[in-house]
């Protein structure tokens, strides 16, 4: 089912209001990182860096949620098992953190499928690089079904870590922890829509030090037709709108959870059809950069587009536009599964995307599958140069993933396979790693 042929860079050279792809001679070996793997979008981070190492964070086929290490420099590669219960869905995959007291924290939860959450601590050995030892498994009670987890740590508060799911209403909710993942406090609804089936989609990225930043729509796409999205940052004990300006206090957020529309309007869903959110980095000024889809077919989920917005600091606005072709929906009846597309946060004006069209034109490719492209903007995405990575006429590459601090020249890690639906999936984990 898979292929591990090198594969050549060769494409026509289009233009057009949006983008350009252009020739090019380049050879790219696709490497198996893990043989077994698959994850969603909604849990972060699910793959960083440890010197040398790789840990990559999935779900496999057993429904076990694990770490696999991959060694950069031998290829070496070892596998942890984390969850001590087995359920098959891409949900589950743990969210991955390396804290500042050098451990890694791995945190994880069943898709609505219980009142708990999990997580458990990985100590490094020292000169082995592949070596951790995982602490026995915690088991924390809540309120409602939890989904999801993102893990930040930020060291103005003296290395407070966040964790931010979906659990109290199936709203995004928040826990904090000041023992490095050891206790938690109880659980905070963050942002409220709607009733408790509602749902706010949310991505999260935090730069480490005093800042955490939120994309969000008011629903799930399939709920709700003009699905806006939206940003919001937290910082110095306030939740605060893109120009900086108080929404309120993170402890009154208690007692008044914020509504979508408090935050900054990034993308209004009326206009080029509903959104969902995919990725959130930082520049090198520390203002946000977002990438998002749209449905431009709304509720059919046949004609996906894939968006890109930079936060004007100067200006304070946002400036978003369509960015490149994403193609058709992964499967019924989760219409507005795109093939996934991630910025690279080494370099913004870098992003990778998997779609089963051609990105400029959205004419369907000649191999009936889901390839990974690169696509590169020199003003602020305005325009962009798109260059193919795969070929593949057996299998599907999905939902790229480019891990911080990767210190390579080009870094971006997939599934790979048949992947049927969020419970039904053969995939393997491959990359393409070159300094």
């Known amino acids: 089912m898979f292929s591990n042929k090198l594969m050549t860079i060769a494409g026509l050279s289009l233009c057009c209001l949006l983008c350009s792809c252009s020739m090019a001679e380049k050879t790219y070996a696709v490497k198996q990182l893990a043989p077994d793997g698959v994850w969603t979008w909604f849990n972060d981070e699910r793959i960083i860096v440890d010197g040398d190492v790789l840990l990559i964070g999935s779900i496999d086929s057993r429904g076990v949620s694990r770490v696999d290490c991959y060694d950069l420099k031998t290829g070496g590669r070892k596998a ?35 009142k708990k959450w999990y ?42 870590i966040y964790n931010f799911m979906r659990c109290i209403g199936w709203n995004p909710t928040v826990l904090i922890s000041d023992t490095f993942g050891k206790t938690w406090n109880p659980p905070v609804e963050l942002i409220r829509s709607g009733d408790n089936r509602t749902r706010p989609y949310v991505k999260y990225s935090g730069n480490g030090k005093d800042r955490i930043d939120l994309i969000y729509t008011d629903a799930h796409p399939r709920q709700a037709p003009t699905n806006n999205v939206y940003h919001l940052y937290y910082q110095k004990g306030n939740l605060r709108r893109s120009d900086g300006s108080v929404i309120r206090s993170l402890e009154d957020v208690q007692d008044k959870p914020v509504q979508p529309k408090e935050g900054t309007m990034i993308y209004t869903g009326s206009e080029d059809g509903r959104g969902w959110v995919w990725d959130l980095e930082y520049d090198k000024h520390d203002d946000p950069v977002v990438a998002f889809i749209n449905s431009a077919d709304h509720e059919v989920g046949n004609d996906l587009r894939y968006r890109y917005g930079r936060w004007d600091a100067d200006k304070k606005q946002w400036h978003q536009q369509q960015i490149a072709f994403a193609g058709t929906n992964i499967y019924v009846p989760e219409n507005h599964y795109a093939g996934g597309i991630a910025i690279d946060p080494e370099d913004v004006n870098i992003v990778y995307i998997s779609c089963d069209v051609d990105p400029v034109s959205g004419e369907a490719n000649d191999t009936g599958h889901y390839q990974i492209y690169q696509g590169r903007t020199k003003n602020r995405g305005k325009t962009w140069e798109w260059k193919q990575l795969t070929f593949d006429t057996d299998t599907d590459n999905l939902r790229p993933v480019v891990p911080r601090h990767h210190d390579r020249k080009i870094c971006v890690i997939w599934f790979q396979g048949e992947y049927k639906t969020y419970t039904d999936y053969k995939t393997r984990i491959v990359g393409i790693i070159e300094r």
């Not at 804290?99 to 945190?107: R, T, Y």
């Open 80 to 114: 942890y098992p984390l969850s001590s219960w087995q359920s098959a869905d891409d949900h589950n995959n743990p969210a991955l953190l390396k804290m500042s007291n050098g451990n890694i924290l791995a945190c994880y939860a069943q898709h609505t499928r219980e």
């Open 119 to 160: 997580c458990r601590i990985g100590q490094p050995d020292p000169g082995q690089p592949l070596s951790y030892n995982w602490f026995d498994e915690q088991t924390m009670d809540l309120p409602a079904d939890a989904t999801y987890n993102n893990l930040f740590e930020l060291s103005d508060e003296n290395g407070r």
